[in-house]
């Protein structure tokens, strides 16, 4: 059973656009939803997190939206750029679990200069 | 801090052939875990330890894996015997076991069993 439902598969976007990376969570235990990025070759890395009290959060270029009631949460990248080309996997993890994430498939960005 | 530390990088092996897969987690993470990545099922947990413990075994596939934490600065993930379908990306990733610290991964062993 799959807890974390992620979506695109994989998202081409043009210099400077917006990139939107969308995630679904069933397990209302759920309480920290980070996000990872992934360069060939490496392992994932932390790139942004979020807890279910708070709707929003932006570092830099990267925004996490959060809404509780639908049980999803999005990753947006503004003015996307050729580094950022990655893939970028959504998580989620609950508080009893110690640290066991549940990770999404992944989207494949590609950022076309 | 050189960050979680895995080995080998690359291993190729034939099918039959046990494989053991090592990490160092970073100094003082008192949570271990061991991934396996793969394009048709994405980062699978396979395991994972607190304080050299084995909390959730139960993303380990059948009875040829197993892994073990002897001490807080070594752990060790072994097939035996290997088989075709294990070829995959095993990351090892350690945190400071609460509940909002980061997990830190590893760059992976990438298995290949023919």
């Known amino acids: 059973q799959q807890q974390v439902k992620q979506s695109p598969q994989s998202l081409i976007v043009q210099k400077g656009g917006i990139s939107i990376i969308n995630c679904a969570y069933e397990?209302?235990?759920?309480?920290?939803f980070p996000w990872y990025q992934q360069f060939p070759g490496k392992g994932p890395a932390l790139l942004i997190a979020i807890r279910p009290d708070v709707s929003e959060k932006k570092e830099g270029r990267f925004t996490i939206s959060f809404n509780k009631s639908a049980k999803q949460f999005s990753l947006h990248i503004m003015d996307s750029q050729p580094g950022d080309s990655a893939t970028y996997f959504c998580?989620?993890?609950?508080?009893?679990?110690?640290?066991?994430?549940?990770f999404g498939k992944g989207t494949k960005l590609s950022v076309k200069p | 801090d050189a960050g979680v530390i895995q080995s080998p990088r690359h291993e190729v092996t034939e099918m039959g052939q046990e494989v053991t897969l090592r990490c160092k987690p970073i100094?003082?993470?008192?949570?271990l875990f061991w991934y396996r990545q793969t394009m048709m099922r994405g980062l699978e947990l396979l395991i994972y330890?607190?304080?050299?413990?084995?909390?959730?075994d139960s993303g380990m596939p059948e009875d040829r894996f197993s892994a073990k934490m002897p001490n807080a600065s070594f752990s060790t993930l072994k097939i035996q015997p290997s088989e075709p379908r294990d070829s995959a990306v095993y990351f090892c990733?350690?945190?400071?076991?609460?509940?909002?610290?980061?997990?830190?991964f590893g760059q992976g062993t990438r298995l290949t069993v023919v």
């Open positions: 100094s003082g993470h008192n949570s």
């Open positions: 990733a350690s945190s400071a076991g609460s509940v909002r610290t980061e997990a830190f």
């Open positions: 330890f607190n304080n050299n413990v084995p909390i959730d």
């Open positions: 397990n209302t235990a759920f309480d920290y």
């Open positions: 998580a989620a993890r609950t508080g009893r679990s110690q640290g066991n994430l549940i």
